[in-house]
């Protein structure tokens, strides 16, 4: 892909849950064992809008981290995917689930 930096931004960051120390290893000993699967999503200014553990995870490794870059009309839109892109996650509880669609219903 492009020489485009990666960020992150520590709003969209803070809108989801972090991931338990046992998943982020679990993630980080895939990684190492099979590849990055998922790409992570950034914008077209290389912020992380979706992937951050991943991103986190191949830093660790060393790996190069692939990525799609997404684009969207405005930022409430791309605030929008970060938290539904979220929504569906498997690890995160019922509760986490509430809190943030609490987040979505606000935009």
């Known amino acids: 892909m492009s020489l485009l930096i990666l960020k992150i931004n520590q709003e969209y960051e803070a809108l989801v849950p972090t991931m338990s120390r046992e998943s982020y290893e679990t993630l980080v000993g895939s990684i190492r064992a099979n590849g990055q699967y998922e790409p992570i999503t950034v914008n077209e200014n290389g912020i992380i809008l979706d992937g951050h553990q991943r991103f986190r995870a191949c830093n660790k490794l060393k790996i190069k981290p ?3 870059i997404k684009q969207f009309d405005d930022l409430l839109a791309e ?3 970060v938290i539904d892109s979220n929504l569906v996650r498997r690890q995160l509880t019922q509760a986490q689930r509430i809190q943030l669609s609490l987040c979505r219903k606000s935009i």
Do not use: A, G, N, R
């Open 66 to 68: 692939t990525f799609e």
């Open 79 to 81: 605030k929008l995917f």
